[in-house]
């Protein structure tokens, strides 16, 4: 069984399926001493140069996507420029997100400038429904009913949910284990979708005038040239493989940092570093695993320090890592393929609970009678 489950409350001695702070032991001043140290080491420095380069490098290989679109012509090796398509606008999307924790530039509003242009004017996502969605999960992550990233969408996080899914979504959650990732191809349409939503929504919207006219150029520069070039049936599997390849790389990303790790009751009063510390995971990996998932791999640095650029975050993993060594606090650091096999285990078991008491085939015979 997963390690989120609890027979009980031992603070409120009522029933509760999640864990509660009871169970933790109070870390009162371990946020103050990282930072401390961190900060004497110059890790909260920004990195200019390192992003400067990533960014020229990105900026190169989507000009050669470009070209490379041009000249092939109709041919299904445009396929091939899709793909790399969505691996560059997911590296982008890594660096806008970097942009908006302010850990590339000086100025908080020149940091949001940076990622609002990646973001929305490159990726084709909404910042302003990024930030209300993302800064919510980093003050409460795996807390329920606070962190959004826990909520019900196709996938169910918590047993509750599974076990209201109905009709088609209730067949899904029974398999959504190993539906996962196929399920992912969709996720960068699904991204696409809530952001139009949202800027064309009823309710508050940062910068929305602004969000419209980045969303309907970006989508306009990538779909008009691959529609009015291509042939209709290449163009629509051009856009199908290049979303898809977005949707995946972006959930395969994000997915290993929190799935699988304990869930906490919405009642339970938490300090800062037991409660980013706890319930979040580090993929073994180094610069390689860094590079490969924009800095996520080191998501518990990532949660206590979010403002600290991704050259440092490797520096921090040893300092944090030490301390929680010296105070017996649970540090979970695994490699990427077993995090994909946690994931599928966690939510497989979720899913579970979306199962009819009767689906045992000898039961259905005998309700059946």
Same mark, same amino acid.
């Given at each position: 069984?997963?390690? $989120?489950?609890?027979?009980? &409350?031992?603070?409120?001695?009522?029933?509760?399926?999640?864990?509660?702070?009871?169970?933790?032991?109070?870390?009162?001043?371990?946020?103050?001493?990282?930072?401390?140290?961190?900060?004497?080491?110059?890790?909260?420095?920004?990195?200019? *140069? #390192?992003?400067?380069?990533?960014? +020229?490098?990105?900026?190169?290989?989507? @000009?050669?996507?470009?070209?490379?679109?041009?000249?092939?012509?109709?041919? *299904?090796?445009?396929?091939?420029?899709?793909?790399?398509?969505?691996?560059?606008?997911?590296?982008?999307?890594?660096?806008?997100?970097?942009?908006?924790?302010?850990?590339?530039?000086?100025?908080?509003?020149?940091?949001?400038?940076?990622?609002?242009?990646?973001? /929305?004017?490159?990726?084709?996502?909404?910042?302003?429904?990024?930030?209300?969605?993302?800064?919510?999960?980093?003050?409460?992550?795996?807390?329920?009913?606070?962190?959004?990233?826990?909520?019900?969408?196709?996938?169910?996080?918590?047993?509750?949910?599974?076990?209201? =899914?109905? @009709?088609?979504?209730?067949?899904? +959650?029974? !398999?959504? @284990?190993?539906?996962?990732?196929?399920?992912? $191809?969709?996720?960068?349409?699904?991204?696409?979708?809530?952001?139009?939503?949202?800027?064309?929504?009823?309710?508050?919207?940062?910068?929305?005038?602004?969000?419209?006219?980045?969303?309907?150029?970006?989508? =306009?520069?990538?779909?008009?040239?691959?529609?009015?070039?291509?042939?209709?049936?290449?163009?629509?599997? #051009?856009?199908?493989?290049?979303?898809?390849?977005?949707?995946?790389?972006? @959930?395969?990303?994000?997915?290993?940092?929190?799935?699988?790790?304990?869930?906490?009751?919405? !009642?339970?009063?938490?300090?800062?570093?037991?409660?980013?510390?706890?319930? &979040?995971?580090?993929?073994?990996?180094?610069?390689?695993?860094?590079?490969?998932?924009?800095?996520?791999?080191?998501?518990?640095?990532?949660?206590? #320090?979010?403002?600290? =650029?991704?050259?440092?975050?490797?520096?921090?993993?040893?300092?944090?890592?030490?301390?929680?060594?010296?105070?017996?606090?649970?540090? /979970?650091?695994? +490699?990427?393929?077993?995090?994909?096999?946690?994931?599928?285990?966690?939510?497989?078991?979720?899913?579970?609970?979306?199962?009819?008491?009767?689906?045992?085939?000898?039961?259905?015979?005998?309700?059946?009678?």
């Amino acid at each position: 069984m997963s390690e $989120t489950l609890l027979r009980s &409350s031992p603070a409120t001695d009522t029933p509760s399926k999640y864990v509660d702070a009871a169970s933790f032991p109070p870390q009162l001043r371990a946020f103050v001493e990282v930072s401390t140290l961190a900060k004497g080491l110059g890790l909260m420095k920004r990195a200019r *140069w #390192f992003y400067a380069l990533l960014l +020229t490098i990105l900026a190169l290989g989507l @000009g050669g996507c470009i070209a490379g679109f041009i000249l092939l012509g109709h041919s *299904w090796f445009q396929l091939l420029i899709a793909a790399a398509l969505g691996i560059i606008f997911t590296q982008v999307a890594f660096v806008g997100h970097e942009a908006d924790h302010r850990q590339i530039l000086e100025s908080g509003e020149n940091n949001n400038r940076l990622a609002r242009l990646l973001a /929305t004017g490159v990726v084709g996502l909404s910042l302003s429904w990024w930030q209300n969605k993302h800064s919510r999960h980093h003050g409460n992550p795996n807390r329920v009913g606070k962190d959004p990233d826990i909520e019900r969408d196709t996938i169910s996080f918590l047993e509750e949910d599974a076990s209201r =899914a109905k @009709g088609w979504l209730r067949w899904v +959650t029974k !398999r959504q @284990g190993w539906l996962f990732f196929p399920l992912l $191809t969709l996720e960068g349409l699904n991204l696409h979708l809530h952001s139009v939503r949202h800027v064309l929504g009823r309710g508050k919207v940062d910068k929305r005038a602004t969000e419209i006219v980045l969303l309907a150029v970006r989508f =306009a520069a990538v779909l008009v040239p691959v529609f009015w070039l291509l042939p209709l049936g290449m163009a629509f599997a #051009f856009v199908g493989v290049q979303v898809a390849v977005f949707g995946v790389y972006m @959930g395969a990303s994000f997915a290993p940092n929190h799935t699988g790790m304990p869930i906490i009751d919405k !009642r339970a009063r938490l300090d800062f570093f037991t409660k980013q510390v706890r319930t &979040s995971r580090n993929i073994r990996g180094g610069w390689a695993a860094s590079l490969l998932m924009g800095g996520l791999n080191y998501q518990i640095e990532h949660h206590l #320090f979010p403002t600290m =650029a991704r050259p440092h975050l490797g520096k921090a993993r040893a300092i944090v890592r030490d301390y929680c060594r010296k105070h017996n606090v649970p540090y /979970t650091e695994t +490699t990427l393929l077993a995090s994909y096999g946690i994931v599928v285990r966690y939510l497989n078991e979720v899913g579970l609970h979306a199962r009819d008491p009767f689906d045992c085939p000898m039961n259905a015979q005998y309700r059946r009678v």
